[in-house]
């Protein structure tokens, strides 16, 4: 009689230091409104879908993709003004982020965040073996100027990343915080702006060869390409250099290649999205103040709200919404974010929908 193993037990043990790790999931519910993932509301245009069907006609799929995504970054750089050997691509910016931090972290070095902030950070970075150095931003979630210079000053980080706008809170740190780090940083200065579209300004102006700052970005929110899984940075060209040593050969297939090239022919029609998105941020922010909730500034596609002013649990709350057919992201369970929950910026019936869930909810005994 053959014994069959409990596909439970580990036949290899892990690594000792991922032992305790988790991975970075968000939950996915059959609902009506699904506000819980900082997706774009609306479609690609019309334009690009059929351009993009044309451009996968062309590609020889018997043969390898170009490796150096040559045409993708050029057009990158020619939006940026920058050149080409100055951005980098990838398999959405989290790969980006792991190539970053396969590089320039690991065993005997640091990362330094600052908390709350997008968990991957410190995720991937531990995944590297790097050690993690945590900075807890205010009650508010700003984050002092004379506190974060002395983090970076006592710590000496290999890498100090900022989110702007930050994730999950939506706060847009002040240019003056980046140019501070910058001038006492011993190593990277990683600005993740995968929101940064949102926002009234980028730190993209201040990315020089001489100046140890990467900016990151993605195509997957103010592009509606979530689905395609695109990202790049925009750095010094000498880094650039190394993360092409490490990551994997051929990693950017040829259809993500070309679908974000020709999105870069759509600009206009993306800041149109992006103004209807802003201004439903602000409708959405003038809703919430008329329920007994606490509403923290955003200059993202996302509001972060603490019910607990209403008396109930981010959990009940989160629970309530999804009884309603509506699904946010449930915050409340992360350190500093007790009873707070994450909605993302739907369409003007989505967003009405989702505040009408939520009074009720509230009112509900």
């Not at 996915?28 to 351009?51: C, I, K, Y």
């Not at 995944?127 to 993690?132: D, L, S």
């Not at 730190?203 to 990151?216: G, H, N, P």
């Amino acid at each position: 009689m053959v014994t069959r193993p409990d596909p439970s037990a580990d036949l290899v043990t892990v690594r000792d230091d991922l032992q305790a790790l988790e991975g970075y999931h968000s939950a996915q519910v059959d609902v009506e409104v699904r506000l819980n993932t900082n997706e774009s509301p609306f479609p690609p245009p019309a334009g690009w879908r059929e351009e993009v069907a044309a451009g996968l006609g062309s590609i020889e799929w018997h043969r390898y993709p170009d490796r150096a995504a040559v045409a993708l970054r050029a057009a990158i750089g020619d939006w940026h003004g920058v050149v080409p050997e100055q951005v980098f691509a990838a398999n959405g910016s989290n790969e980006v982020l792991q190539t970053l931090l396969l590089a320039y972290a690991g065993p005997g070095r640091s990362v330094l965040t600052f908390e709350p902030t997008y968990q991957l950070h410190a995720h991937i970075a531990r995944i590297t073996g790097a050690t993690v150095i945590e900075v807890e931003r205010a009650a508010d979630f700003s984050l002092d100027l004379d506190v974060a210079r002395a983090a970076v000053t006592d710590a000496q980080p290999t890498v100090t990343f900022l989110c702007s706008p930050n994730n999950p809170t939506g706060r847009v740190e002040d240019p003056a915080m980046v140019r501070a780090l910058l001038d006492v940083a011993p190593g990277l200065v990683v600005v993740d702006e995968a929101y940064a579209q949102f926002a009234d300004w980028t730190a993209l102006d201040l990315v020089r060869d001489d100046v140890a700052l990467v900016v990151v970005r993605t195509f997957s929110k103010t592009w509606s390409m979530a689905a395609a899984r695109l990202g790049y940075l925009v750095g010094p060209s000498w880094l650039v250099r190394h993360l092409e040593d490490v990551v994997l050969p051929y990693h950017l297939d040829a259809a993500k290649q070309e679908a974000g090239r020709l999105a870069l022919a759509h600009v206009d029609e993306m800041d149109e999205r992006v103004k209807t998105i802003v201004a439903e941020r602000e409708r959405l922010v003038e809703g919430l103040a008329a329920l007994p909730v606490e509403t923290f500034p955003s200059g993202a596609n996302f509001v972060l709200f603490r019910v607990t002013p209403s008396g109930r649990t981010g959990q009940e709350v989160w629970q309530g919404l999804v009884d309603r057919s509506v699904l946010v992201r449930d915050c409340s369970g992360w350190p500093r974010l007790d009873g707070c929950l994450r909605v993302t910026l739907g369409t003007p019936a989505e967003n009405d929908r989702f505040l009408a869930a939520l009074g009720d909810v509230l009112v509900s005994t």
